[in-house]
């Protein structure tokens, strides 16, 4: 369903994507894991178009995105939910707005439909009558699970999650697992979940994706990477202190020589 091949992207004197690859099947839940900084999100931006690759492939459902005009796109873009990692909310639109701003925008539906939706949605990630408040008055779990309403009243067929988890309670965080285990068995939807909850993605990963100076170091089912014997995966999932990554990790890394 996603496949990237050989991706590059060079910010200044950073190489953030080093020939990187990786391949998502369809109907498929790929957990992302690595250090802050190491470019999950930048991989993210690159799939939607928010960002552009130095060189390098992504197909999407077997279309070649990296070298579309916007409006080609757009198409695209259509099909893919994006929960960013801050919530990326319009914070002059309410929550209503907010949810249902794709639906009102680019789908031809009635007022009472997107109101209808928008309230589903949000019930779907726990959240009743917040339609009328305003992001200024949520707090930062709340933005981060009316981002996931967003998305979902899109129903989408790809789904990118950057740290869907991260803001939230231990309960919410369960029930956001949840939903998006319900996601892939329901509605066959595909995804990439970023995450630096190691419980989350050994629930929710049917494969776990490592990234380090801008490649996958490793790629397999949950067991696998926990199993892994690859010393940098080990010290980056028990959070050791010590071990093959410093501190200075992005700075080694960081400069193009
Ligand atoms: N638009 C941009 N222009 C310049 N540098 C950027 C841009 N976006 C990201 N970067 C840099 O690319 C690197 C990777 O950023 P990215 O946001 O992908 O990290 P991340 O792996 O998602 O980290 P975290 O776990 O903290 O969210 C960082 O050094 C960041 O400063
Ligand atoms: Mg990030």
Redesign the pocket.
């Given at each position: 369903m996603i496949e990237i091949r050989n991706l590059y992207k060079v910010?200044?004197a950073?190489m953030?994507l080093n020939n990187m690859s990786l391949t998502v099947r369809r109907g498929e839940t790929k957990v992302i894991i690595?250090?802050?900084?190491?470019?999950?999100?930048?991989?993210l931006?690159n799939i939607v178009g928010l960002?552009h690759p130095d060189s390098g492939s992504i197909k999407i459902n077997g279309t070649e995105v990296t070298n579309l005009k916007e409006k080609e796109y757009d198409r695209i873009r259509m099909e893919i939910g994006y929960v960013f990692?801050g919530g990326a909310l319009f914070d002059s639109m309410s929550v209503g707005e907010n949810v249902g701003f794709v639906l009102n925008e680019f789908m031809n539906l009635d007022k009472k439909t997107v109101k209808d939706k928008v309230h589903d949605a949000l019930g779907l990630v726990g959240l009743k009558d917040v339609e009328d408040l305003m992001p200024s008055q949520l707090s930062g779990g709340m933005k981060k699970r009316v981002s996931l309403a967003r998305v979902l009243c899109m129903e989408p067929h790809i789904i990118l999650y950057?740290?869907p988890t991260s803001e939230v309670d231990p309960i919410t965080a369960a029930a956001i697992n949840h939903l998006i285990i319900e996601l892939r068995d329901k509605l066959k939807v595909t995804s990439i979940m970023?995450t630096?909850d190691m419980n989350s993605a050994y629930q929710v990963a049917d494969s776990i994706a490592m990234?380090y100076r801008g490649q996958v170091i490793a790629d397999g089912k949950p067991d696998e990477i926990k199993n892994s014997k690859h010393p940098v995966v080990q010290q980056f999932i028990h959070g050791d202190a010590h071990g093959p990554i410093t501190d200075d990790e992005?700075l080694i890394f960081?400069h193009v020589k």
């Open positions: 910010f200044g950073q953030i690595g250090r802050s900084g190491v470019g999950k999100s930048v991989l931006k960002i990692q950057d740290e970023v630096h990234f992005s960081g």
